[in-house]
Every structure is written in C-alpha cells, then in structure tokens.
C-alpha cells in the first residue's frame, strides 16, 4: 500500500512537492516559534537556580533595579536567626558604554558588597571567574570593574585595560562567564564606588542578598525578615516613580500605574501577589489595621513561577500564530489530494471493480496523505532546529533558542496526524463511489 501511494505522489510531483513545502514551513515555523519559548524557559531555570538565597527588595518594585530600601537596615536583618550572610546591592542602568549608547542586550552596573560578597558559601559571580581576579576589600572606593566575557569581547577589553562607563573609566581585573543571558550583563563595581560618583542615593540600596544557614527553611528566614521590618518606615522613592524616571512609562494621578503601560504590566505581572497580601491586611478587623509590609522577600522559584504565568500567555500567541501556518497547509493538503482523486476517479472504480473494498481506497488515500504529513514534519523540524542552531551561534549573547527533543518529536506526530486529516475528506468522497459511477464520472 506504501509503494502505491508514493508512486501516486511522485507522479504528480510539482503538485505534491508544493503541498509537502507548505508544510514543510508551517512545521518549521512552529519549531521556530515555540523554541523561543522553550529557550526563554530553560535560560529563566538556569539562571534562577544558580541563586540559591532570598532577595530583599521593596514591595511593588517587579526588579531590584526599580527598588530603593535604606542602607541602615543592613545589620538588623543579618542578627535574624537563620541569616548566614547579607549581602547589600545597588543596581544601576549602564547608558553608555565607550562612548557608545547601550540599548540591546541591556548593561548593568552591579554596586555589590565587597567583604559580604567574599563570605557567601555559594557566590554567582565568585565561582564563576574565569580570568583575573574578583574584586577584594583593597577595591573598596576604587574604580575597579569584574566584566562579564561577553562584555570584554564586545568592546575588545582584557585585564588591566580600562573601560567608559557612562562617562567614567574603569579598570578591569577580572573577567566571568556564568553562562547566563541573564546574568552575564552585568559591570560589577563596589557599591560605595557608585556612591562616591553621585549616582546613587548615599544612604539606600536596591536591595539586600540574604544568604540563609541552613538551620531553617529559606521561607522562614524570608518570614523573618518581613515580620522585622513590618512596620519601619520607608523613607525611599516609590518603585513606580523609578520607573517613570527610567523612561517606561508614567504613573497615573492616583499614583498606582496605568494598566496599559509597561508600568502597569510589569507591576501587575511581579507584584500581583504582594498587591493581594496588602490588600488582606488592608481588611477591617476588630485589632488596629495592619500596614503592608514595606519589602517582599523572593527566592529563584518566586521568580521562575511568574515568568511561568507570562509564558503561558505566550504559549497561546504562539499557538495562535502557528494554527495559521497549519491551516494553510492543512488546506493545501485538501486541494491536492481531492484534486488528486478526482484525476482518478476512472482508476478507483476498477479498483473496485477487481475486487477492492471502500476501506482499501480510504486507506490508500489517507497513506497517500499521512506521507505528505510525514515528509513535511521531517523536513520541517530539519529545518526549524538547524536554523535554532545558527541562531544561538551568530548571537550567543543575545538569543537563546532551544528546540527540546519533545518539540521536535511532536512536530513530526502532529505534521503526520495533520496530513491524515487533510485526506480524509476526499477519501470520503472516494470510497462512497460505486464502481459504475467512478468509471461513468470518470
């Protein structure tokens, strides 16, 4: 039944070859398509996980590059029980880096805390050195930079040259590559250094690093930190304001961020579930009013389970648009195979009438059609992973696509079960013709 269907195919060879390129597109657009997604997932995995501690930041801000907290709060929260070591950071956008505006991949200038830094069991940035030195506590107040590689190779910087930072040069010492589009975007600076500059409040941070002991849970470590500063008073700037003066949008009058803008996209996509915690405590009670808590305490799953949420919502795009490509290819199927049939309508009857029943034309039809199915799903996902391969080596640190064998795999199922279903109704309309009408028709 195989060698008769591929010998109908291959003798109408431009009609079959133009239905098996259609969808042979489709297949490798939706492996394209959904290998973003999938990459944007693994990269999200990867780089969370290499964060084993909590993070500090003020409530409502959806990055510590949009929070403020104030510096002093430092040595209270390193005496909560279960606190191994607390880490100070300041985050600062790099505009312009030799001379040159920065736009995309984002750079960032990364304040840490030098002699913390040094103490934490597990550092990112520590254990991923792979040229150079890490800063030590002999850099405090100097202008003394760790690059990421991807950052040296771009501006063709290695150890001792100096690099422009938004107008102020640095000297770099060492170099690291954590593997990460995440991660390795940062200019990392002593914290006080950026200080000195003026380009940071003096007396704030954009968070705090908490690394636990091990003696409790990391969730009640984070418990522990939100019930100590309960009730302080936040003397910072509103995380939404920041976001304004970083050009993403503008706060409305009432001071909460417009739905429409990225404000209020970023702010409802982050801080949904703190908005819901504070408005809890907003309820009446009969003990005085509770305030929200001033921070939100997040660790790696916090963040990897809502860009989940967001991928969901892109996993329907996706879908969307691929259920276009595979309806056009879906109806080049149909055309040709019930053009197909009628061509044979003569060659059908006296099939029948040499003894084959209406179940052997629906077989050699559907074949005929699950081939075309087959070939393009093949091709496609040859085509959609050799062009993710080229992707992620051109733009190593600007993409990350990964077509897992699951995608790959499904692919080629779906491309066959579409096909099958493409053929089936003009196997229908085959197998219900009687002998004579085929050959009268015909």
């Known amino acids: 039944m195989w060698k008769f269907a591929l010998r109908n195919l291959l003798s109408r060879p431009a009609r079959s070859t133009l239905s098996l390129l259609g969808l042979t597109v489709a297949i490798a657009g939706m492996v394209g398509l959904f290998s973003v997604a999938r990459g944007l997932e693994q990269t999200f995995d990867r780089s969370f996980k290499s964060i084993p501690g909590l993070i500090v930041m003020q409530a409502g801000a959806p990055i510590p590059l949009f929070s403020r907290l104030p510096k002093d709060w430092k040595p209270d929260i390193e005496r909560i029980s279960g606190v191994h070591v607390v880490a100070s950071e300041v985050w600062m956008r790099a505009n312009i880096i030799e001379e040159k505006p920065v736009m995309a991949p984002p750079r960032f200038l990364f304040g840490v805390d030098i002699p913390a830094l040094i103490k934490l069991r597990k550092g990112v940035y520590t254990e ?4 150079g030195r890490f800063l030590k506590p002999d850099d405090l107040g100097e202008r003394k930079v760790v690059v990421s590689r991807q950052i040296a190779e771009e501006h063709h910087k290695k150890i001792g040259d100096t690099l ?9 010492v060492g170099l690291y ?3 990460s589009l995440l991660l390795d975007i940062a200019i990392l600076v002593d914290g006080d250094t950026l200080r ?13 690093y908490v690394e636990p002991d091990g003696s409790v849970s990391n969730e009640e470590v984070g418990q ?12 910072t700037g509103s995380p939404i304001s920041l976001l304004a003066l970083a050009g993403l949008g503008q706060p409305s009058g009432s001071g909460k961020p417009e739905s429409k803008s990225v404000v209020g996209w970023l702010a409802n996509t982050f801080a949904g579930a703190n908005s819901e915690s504070a408005s809890t405590d907003a309820e009446p009670t009969s003990a005085s009013p509770k305030a929200p808590s001033p921070v939100e305490v997040r660790n790696a799953s916090d963040f990897s389970d809502r860009f989940k949420e967001l991928s969901e919502d892109l996993n329907l795009i996706l879908t969307l648009l691929t259920g276009i490509g595979m309806t056009i290819a879906v109806l080049s199927i149909v055309n040709t195979m019930l053009m197909s049939v009628t061509e044979r309508v003569i060659e059908f009857g006296i ?14 039809i559907t074949v005929e059609s699950a ?17 993710t391969q080229i992707i992620n080596a051109r733009w190593p640190d600007r993409v990350n696509l990964f077509a897992s064998p699951g995608l790959l795999a499904f692919s080629v199922v779906f491309s066959t079960i579409v096909g099958l279903l493409g053929g089936l109704y003009p196997a229908v309309w085959a197998m219900r013709l009687s002998p004579m009408e085929a050959i009268r028709r015909g």
């Open 224 to 235: 522990r930190v939100k019930e100590l500063l309960q009730d302080r008073p936040l003397t």
């Open 196 to 208: 000195n500059l003026g380009w940071f409040d003096p007396q704030a941070v954009s968070g705090y």
């Open 164 to 172: 422009s930072v938004n107008g102020i040069d640095f000297e770099i």
């Open 351 to 364: 099939l029948k009438a040499n003894g084959w029943s209406p179940w052997d034309v629906l077989k050699l």
């Open 371 to 387: 081939s075309l199915g087959l070939g393009g799903g093949a091709l496609g996902v040859a085509i959609g992973w050799t062009a």
């Open 128 to 131: 991923s050195m792979i040229e």
């Open 177 to 179: 590559h954590v593997g």
